[in-house]
C-alpha cells in the first residue's frame, strides 16, 4: 500500500488490518510498530522501494499522491510519473491485482494541472497490462482531514466563503477506506471498472446545502454563505502564490479547480450495491469529524 501515512491512507490501513489482511505499507518516516504492518521505507521515486513492497504481495493498492503543489512538473512527478513506478513495481513482482486512487478532477484533464496529471495516471494504470480498478472519489471528509477544517472553522462562527454556484458529492473517509479494501479482494466484477463512491446522496450537494450541514454539525443552526466569483477566486490564487509562495495553499491551478461547477459523481458509477454502499448518513459522520477537531483540539 502507498499512501498509508495519509488522511485516506491511515482509514485504509485500519479497515484493511480489521478485514484480515497484513499490509505491506510504504512510508517516508520511522513508524511505530503495529501488529499486522511491515513498514518499507522508502518513497515514490525510489523504485527499490517500491519493489521491496509489492514482494510477495497479492494486491496492490496505490493511495498516494500530491494534491496541492508549485507546478505542472511537480504534479507530474508526484501523480503521474510516481504511478508509472508503481505499476511497474506490481508488475516486476508478479502482482496482478491494482486498486488505483484517483479523482473526481481526471474527468477535466484541461482544467487544472491536477486534474490532467490525474488523468496521466489513469491511462498508465489503464494501459498496464494488471487487472485494475480505478476509484475517483469527490471530497473525502472525516476525522484527520486538513482539507475542509477552513470550511468547519468558518461554519462555528457562523459564515462560510464558497466557491461560485455549483454542485459536489461527498464521502465519509471510513466509508472510502472500506470500499478500497473490498476491491482488493474483488477480482472479478469490479476488474477494468472506473467507480466513482459518494454518500448516496442523489445529484449531490449545492456548495451552500454542504456548508450548513457542516454548520448544523458544529451547533450553528443558521451559517451565512457567500459564493465568490469565479474571477475574484482565480485573483486570489495568483495573490496566495506571490505572496507565500511554495505555501501557498489557494494556488491558481487549484482555484480553476475549485470553480468548476459540477464535482457530482456520474449517474451509473457508483460501485454495484452487492460490492459496498455507504454506511455512515453523511449528518452523523460530519457530527463525528466535528467531535475528534475538537478532541484534538483543531476547532
Not at 74 to 94: I, K, L
Not at 143 to 151: A, F, S, V
Request: proline share 6%; aromatic share 6%; no cysteine.
Amino acid at each position: 500500500m502507498t499512501g498509508a501515512t495519509g488522511f485516506v491512507g491511515r482509514a485504509t490501513l485500519d479497515a484493511a488490518l480489521a478485514a484480515g489482511w497484513h499490509v505491506r505499507a510504504l512510508t517516508r518516516r520511522p513508524q511505530e510498530e503495529r501488529e499486522g504492518v511491515t513498514w518499507i521505507a522508502g518513497a515514490l521515486d525510489r523504485p527499490d522501494s517500491l519493489a521491496e513492497m509489492a514482494k510477495g504481495s497479492d494486491a496492490l493498492l496505490h493511495i498516494a499522491g500530491v494534491v496541492n503543489v508549485p507546478d505542472r512538473a511537480a504534479f507530474e512527478a508526484g501523480n503521474a510519473t510516481a504511478t508509472g513506478h508503481v505499476v511497474d513495481a506490481a508488475r516486476g513482482a508478479g502482482v496482478t491485482r491494482f486498486v488505483h486512487v484517483s479523482s473526481l478532477a481526471a474527468r477535466e484533464p484541461g482544467l487544472s494541472d491536477y486534474g490532467w496529471s490525474k488523468d496521466r495516471a489513469e491511462k498508465m494504470v489503464r494501459a498496464s497490462g494488471l487487472d485494475w480498478t480505478i476509484v475517483r472519489p469527490p471530497a473525502v471528509f472525516g476525522p484527520g482531514d486538513t482539507e475542509m477544517l477552513d470550511l468547519f472553522r468558518m461554519a462555528r462562527r457562523g459564515i462560510a466563503l464558497l466557491p461560485p454556484r455549483g454542485r459536489m458529492s461527498a464521502i465519509y473517509v471510513d466509508d472510502l477506506a472500506r470500499l478500497l479494501v473490498a476491491l482488493v479482494a474483488d477480482r472479478d466484477a469490479s476488474i477494468g471498472a472506473i467507480y466513482e463512491p459518494d454518500d448516496g446522496r442523489p445529484d449531490g450537494w449545492s456548495h451552500r446545502s454542504f456548508a450548513r450541514a457542516i454548520g448544523r454539525a458544529v451547533g450553528r443552526h443558521h451559517v451565512s454563505t457567500l459564493a465568490i466569483p469565479a474571477t475574484i477566486l482565480k485573483a486570489g490564487g495568483r495573490l496566495d502564490k506571490l505572496l507565500r509562495r511554495g505555501r501557498a495553499k489557494l494556488t491558481p491551478d487549484r482555484a480553476r479547480y475549485i470553480a468548476h461547477p459540477d464535482w457530482v459523481v456520474t449517474q451509473g458509477a457508483r460501485p454495484p450495491a452487492g460490492l459496498w454502499r455507504p454506511d455512515v448518513d453523511t449528518v452523523d459522520a460530519l457530527a463525528e469529524t466535528v467531535r475528534w477537531y475538537r478532541r484534538e483540539g483543531w476547532l
